[in-house]
């Protein structure tokens, strides 16, 4: 089983445990779902469509909620906040998007006056 970091994915429940359930994420192992996204009534075998991503540890984690964009996918999306780094997109999940400002394809003065308004086009 492949699995595509990043967008949604189709995996089975292996594991109940008291934070969340864990999905069998083939050949990444297991990949835990927190208890805040588990569906009411979800028990082990059941398949659940998640979405894929990495969390500040840069360990896989999946969600039920959809994202506004997925990877590969263009997208119009909010900027939540801005630090000396980057800024920080919502994008349709309780984490938002972090964008560094070295990997913006606009220029950092355009995506600067952009972000004062509000909006960040990346």
Do not use: H
């Not at 801005?82 to 995506?111: H, I, Q, S």
């Amino acid at each position: 089983m492949n699995i595509e970091l990043g967008k949604m994915n189709r995996l089975r429940v292996v594991k109940a445990v008291d934070f969340g359930m864990y999905l069998d994420g083939g050949d990444a192992g297991e990949i835990l779902l927190p208890a805040c996204y588990v569906p009411e009534g979800c028990s082990v075998g059941d398949e659940l469509d998640v979405f894929l991503y990495l969390d500040s540890e840069e360990r896989l984690v999946a969600t039920t909620q959809t994202p506004l964009a997925q990877v590969g996918d263009f997208a119009y999306l909010q900027v939540a906040w801005v630090n000396n780094y980057g800024a920080f997109l919502d994008w349709g999940l309780m984490k938002d998007l972090f964008v560094p400002f070295r990997e913006n394809v606009v220029c950092r003065t355009r995506c600067l006056l952009t972000v004062k308004a509000m909006r960040c086009r990346f």
